[in-house]
């Protein structure tokens, strides 16, 4: 099993410009999740989906779409992003939405000039 | 509004000596709670799940405590070694669906 796969690994943005980060699993997880990672923020909830075809705001969406393809994968999208998105995002997946242990992605780091 | 702290921030500690960790939490109305452990640009990996009802979990050389009315658990590494150099981190699981974070506690072994 690959576990969680996100692509890309690193990427540097424009301002204004969008783009979509890909999430997969293969641990047949219905949760997923979308997470961020700042210095002194620590980890953020940007959306989850707790099911295919369901998807919920977190702590910090303003600025971010999601769209739960399948059971298996999970992209987030910036659709004209800003340098206060610059950080290290995470997908994460898990088997129910309580009562899981989550396993987390190699991360995705994002620059925003 | 769920709040995770951690304390201290960092810890430096020689190889051998036992390692322990905090991690305290506001609202003791939590599902579990979960150990990772993140290397240097890297993700998370879980150590150990606490479900509410538990009062410790255990793996290898692992062992973490929980104690939900006083709203705070601890992680014990015994025996540590230069490859226990990581971040730490805790999370818990409460109502909504959410999982908060601490801000992690980076942990240096010398050799």
């Known amino acids: 099993n690959a576990g969680v796969t996100q692509t890309p690994k690193f990427q540097v943005l424009k301002t204004g410009q969008s783009m979509t980060l890909q999430c997969a699993q293969d641990m047949n997880h219905n949760s997923m999740y979308w997470y961020r990672q700042d210095p002194g923020m620590g980890l953020r909830l940007i959306y989850y989906?707790?099911?295919?075809?369901?998807?919920d705001k977190g702590e910090v969406p303003n600025g971010y779409n999601v769209s739960r393809l399948n059971k298996r994968e999970f992209s987030l999208r910036l659709e004209s992003a800003a340098p206060s998105q610059t950080s290290v995002y995470f997908c994460v997946s898990g088997v129910t939405q309580l009562q899981e242990t989550q396993y987390f992605g190699p991360g995705t780091r994002l620059l925003v000039l | 509004k769920q709040e995770v702290t951690q304390i201290p921030a960092a810890l430096s500690v020689p190889e051998g000596e036992n390692l322990v960790l905090n991690c305290s939490f506001t609202d003791s109305a939590i599902y579990n709670l979960q150990w990772f452990r993140q290397d240097p640009g890297k993700g998370l990996t879980s150590l150990l799940l606490i479900q509410s009802s538990q009062r410790e979990q255990t793996s290898g050389r692992l062992n973490a405590s929980l104690d939900k009315s006083s709203g705070r658990s601890t992680l014990y590494i015994a025996a540590s070694q230069p490859g226990d150099s990581a971040t730490y981190l805790c999370?818990?699981?409460?109502?909504?669906?959410?999982?908060?974070f601490g801000g992690g506690t980076r942990v240096l072994v010398k050799p």
């Open positions: 999370a818990v699981r409460a109502a909504g669906n959410k999982l908060t």
């Open positions: 989906s707790a099911s295919e075809g369901t998807t």
